[in-house]
């Protein structure tokens, strides 16, 4: 008895993991995706130059309203920024909240 309700009970669990396994991909994605994946991620990034308090809240962790117009203001009062890095010269960013969202932010 314990015998064909462990066949009833494993029987379907075996069959469900070969059905699996036959249906993973078996060659991997061609060389030209890195490429497209490379200009998503650079349409994705946002310029510190060009976005908008609105754009700046939106897009990055942990920046809100006030933050966004400061980043705003800085770039106004300062020029462009020259790097990522500069936005710790804004008070209220910090090591943390710029790595969290280092690969978001680019500066052209």
């Known amino acids: 008895m314990r015998n064909t309700v462990l066949s009833y009970l494993l029987l379907p669990l075996f069959a469900s993991l070969s059905f699996s ?19 998503r991620s650079q ?34 009062a ?7 890095d500069e936005l710790l010269e804004i008070k209220g960013i910090g090591n943390a909240l710029l790595e969290r969202n280092r690969d978001k932010l680019m500066v052209e």
């Open 21 to 39: 396994l036959s249906a993973a991909p078996a060659n991997p994605a061609p060389e030209s995706m890195p490429m497209v994946s490379e200009m």
């Open 43 to 76: 349409q994705s990034m946002l310029n510190l130059n060009t976005a908008d308090a609105a754009m700046l809240q939106q897009s990055l962790n942990g920046i809100g309203k006030a933050k966004a117009e400061a980043i705003v203001a800085y770039r106004e």
């Open 78 to 84: 300062n020029g462009p920024f020259t790097s990522v």
